[in-house]
C-alpha cells in the first residue's frame, strides 16, 4: 500500500497546480477596474411592490475614500447630492435644504427604496485589501468560463462579511455574487447581465441588484457613461459642492 503513495501525491499535485491563488485573481479584478479617478453617468431602475421607477445620476470618484454624486431625474430627487469622504457620507436634500452626515450602521440602509444600500453605492474599493479569496472550483455562468472564489474580510466591521464570487476568467469581471452577514445569511446578490469593452478594460455595463430580505424584483444598475483617469476639479470633493 505504502508503495502507492508516492505515485498519488505525484497524481494530485498538479491536479491542485490547476487552481490559481485567489489573491492573484484578486488582484487582477481590482487592476482592471483601478484607477486614480472616474466620471460617470448612470441609471438605476427600481423594481418594487409600487411599480417601477428610474433613478439617473452623474458621479465623480477619486481614489477609494472619495466620491460625489449628483441625482439629476426624476424631479422630486433632483438635486440630492452625496458626497463620501473616508468612512462618512454627507447627503444634501434640496426639498428642505438640509445636509445630513449617515455614517455607522446608517450607510447599510436602502438608498431612494431601490436594493443598493449607501455602501453599496458609494464603495469602489481594493478588494484584495479587504478579503482573503480562495478558488473553490472553476464554474461557468452565463455561458462565461469563470473562477469561483469566496472571499472573506480581512478587517473588521464590513458588511458583508463572505462573499461567493464567479469572476470572468479571461477579463476578470465579476459576473455574479452571493454577499453574506457574519453569521452567514444570505444578504444580497448581483448579477452582471452586460459588459463592455472600454479601451483596454471590460466594464460591467448593467447590474442586477437583488436585497434578499426585501420583497420586489430588484434594481438594475446601468453605467451609461465612464471615463478614466481624468482631471477632477478638488472642490468637486468638498462640502461646500453640496449646495451649489
Not at 486614480?36 to 477619486?62: F, L, N, P, Q
Not at 469622504?85 to 445636509?99: C, E, H, I, S, V
Request: net charge positive.
Amino acid at each position: 500500500m505504502r508503495a502507492f503513495l508516492p505515485a498519488i501525491a505525484l497524481f494530485a499535485a498538479p491536479l491542485a497546480a490547476q487552481l490559481p491563488a485567489g489573491d492573484e485573481i484578486l488582484r487582477k479584478v481590482d487592476d482592471n477596474l483601478g484607477s486614480a479617478t472616474k466620471r460617470s453617468t448612470a441609471r438605476m431602475t427600481i423594481a418594487g411592490r409600487g411599480g417601477t421607477r428610474t433613478v439617473e445620476s452623474r458621479s465623480w470618484i477619486r481614489g477609494t475614500a472619495e466620491s460625489f454624486t449628483e441625482y439629476l431625474a426624476p424631479p422630486r430627487d433632483a438635486g440630492t447630492k452625496m458626497l463620501k469622504l473616508g468612512d462618512q457620507l454627507w447627503t444634501y436634500f434640496p426639498a428642505t435644504d438640509r445636509t445630513i452626515l449617515i455614517a455607522g450602521h446608517m450607510l447599510r440602509q436602502s438608498v431612494m427604496g431601490s436594493d443598493l444600500s449607501y455602501e453599496d453605492l458609494m464603495e469602489d474599493p481594493k478588494l484584495f485589501e479587504l478579503y482573503r479569496a480562495t478558488v473553490l472550483r472553476e464554474e461557468a455562468w452565463r455561458e462565461r468560463p469563470c473562477w469561483l472564489l469566496r472571499l472573506e474580510a480581512r478587517v473588521p466591521g464590513l458588511a458583508y462579511e463572505t462573499r461567493e464570487m464567479w469572476v470572468d476568467r479571461e477579463r476578470y469581471v465579476p459576473l455574479k455574487e452571493n454577499r453574506y452577514a457574519k453569521s452567514g445569511k444570505l444578504l444580497k446578490t448581483t448579477d452582471v447581465v452586460e459588459v463592455a469593452r472600454l479601451g483596454n478594460r471590460w466594464v460591467a455595463r448593467k447590474i442586477v441588484f437583488r436585497d434578499v430580505l426585501k420583497t420586489g424584483d430588484g434594481t438594475t444598475f446601468e453605467i451609461e457613461s465612464i471615463e478614466f483617469d481624468v482631471v477632477i476639479p478638488e472642490h468637486v470633493f468638498s462640502k461646500a459642492s453640496l449646495r451649489r
